[in-house]
Structure formats: C-alpha cells, structure tokens
C-alpha cells in the first residue's frame, strides 16, 4: 500500500488536473456558442448556394466552366482541415483516419495524392510525409486566429487557381462537420470540379435557367465566390465541430478526475486508518512490555 504522502501527493496533482479540465471546459462552452451560432447561420445560405452551383455548372460547356471542368484525374489535392490545438479526444484522428483511406485508394489508380495542412495539427502530422508538398503554403493555421470570410478567401483563391491550372486535377476537402455539441460527423466533400446535382431518371427534369445579368458575369465572379463561401463554410464547420468536440473531452476528463479522487481518498482513509491502528497496537504492545 502506497505511503500517506504518496496518495496526498496524487490527490493534490489530480485536483490541479480536475480544476484545469473543468476550466478548459467552460472556456470551450463560450466558444461553442459562438462558432456554433456563426455555422447555423451560415449552413443553410451555403447549402442552398451549392445546389444553385450545382444546377448552374451543368448547364455550363466546357469552355465556361472553369470550375467544372472534368479531366482525366492524375493529381489529387486533400485539403485536411483540423485544429491549431489538442486536447479535443479523436477530433483530429478522424481526419487523419480519412485520409489514410482515401490516400491507398488514389494512389493504387496511379494517382498522385498531395495534402494541404490547414492547422498547426495537421501540419506537424504531414511535413514528413510523402503526400506533403513543401510549394504550398505553411502558414495556414493563422485562419483560426479570428476566422472570417477575409482570411478564408484568398486560400480558396489559391486552391481554385491550383485546379484552374491544372496542378490538380480534384480537391477534396476533409474536415468534422458540426452536427450538435457532442457529435462531429467526418465529411470527404469534394470541392473541385463542380458536381452537377446528381438526379435519379424518375425525378431529372430539365432546368432552363435564366442568367442575370449575364453568363460571362455569372462564370466570372458568382462561382468564385460560390467556391469561397463553400470553404468558409467548411472552416466554420471544423471550428464549431473543434470547440464542441474539446467541451466534451474536458468534460469526460473532469468526471475521470471525480472518480479517481474518490479512489484515492477511501485508499488515503484506510491507510490513515492502518497507520493509527499501528500506532495504537504499538502502544498497547509498549505498555504491556512495561507492566512485564
């Protein structure tokens, strides 16, 4: 049995540890509101851009549609989108876990595949592997650093124009789509060339759509934009997902912390209570020596 210092000594560290998940916690608990806000507003305008993309790409030729232009695949661009920070349980492993998977799959269609690290997590991960392309950017974990539609933009120009001159020929991005506090659904969502929405035969029907104020116009500036929205939609996701995902681990901590100290403290009672019961039997056994 453990000295009564050694399990003061672990109750006093555990309780440090209780106090800084519990802390961690509440911190995480305030930005999830804000970032959870931020994605519920941004989702649905987003979602339904998509599908206008979508319907509006297919109805592009292949002269117009930069964007949608559908070539033989030989080089793959994964976007991994995790956070700058641990501490937030398989948040980050569910990317990498994505991604080991769809590596193998590319490269065995003799598919070059590349990574680009968006946060310092994924950066540290990739820098020594071969997917990762030392010509792309490095810096990009600064985008969670006040994330807003004006940081996100230019990596979504620097990636459309990747694909525009053909040194990709598909992107993908992977990131944790916030679904609620407590869960984070992994998303494989391909980002480049635009999908036309996809319609079963009973349901197609043949959209006719009116461009204003022109198709150039439309080609020009509304996709583009389209596209960086896509992706700040996607960071918003992985934010929210990110501080949801961390309140949970510090909480499941905090109620692990609870529990060991209740060990600790009935291991602390009955050696206390095991080193009296000494003391007493050598007093008695003193008095009784004594008497003899």
Known sequence: MPSLKEVRNRIVSVNSTKQITAAMKMVSAAKLRRAQDAIVRMRPYAEKLQTILGNVSASLDSSEGTYSAQ???KKVLLVAIV???GLAGAFNTQVYRSIRRL???HEAQGRTVHVLPVGKKALDTYRRTPQFNPELPTDLARLFEGLSFDKAAPVAELIMKLFADGTYDEVTLVYNKFKNAAVQVIAEEPYLPIA????S?????????IMEPDRATIVEEIIPKSLKIQFYKALLDSHAAEHGARMTAMHKATDNAD???????LTYNKARQASITNEILEIVGGAEALKG
Do not use: Q
Request: charged share 30%; no cysteine; proline share 7%.
């Open 103 to 105: 590596v193998p799959m």
């Open 196 to 199: 036309p929405i996809a319609t």
């Open 83 to 85: 956070s700058n920070r």
């Open 201 to 209: 035969e009973k349901t197609a029907t043949k959209v006719d759509h």
């Open 71 to 73: 070539r033989e695949v």
């Open 259 to 265: 529990s060991l100290l209740k060990g600790l403290k």
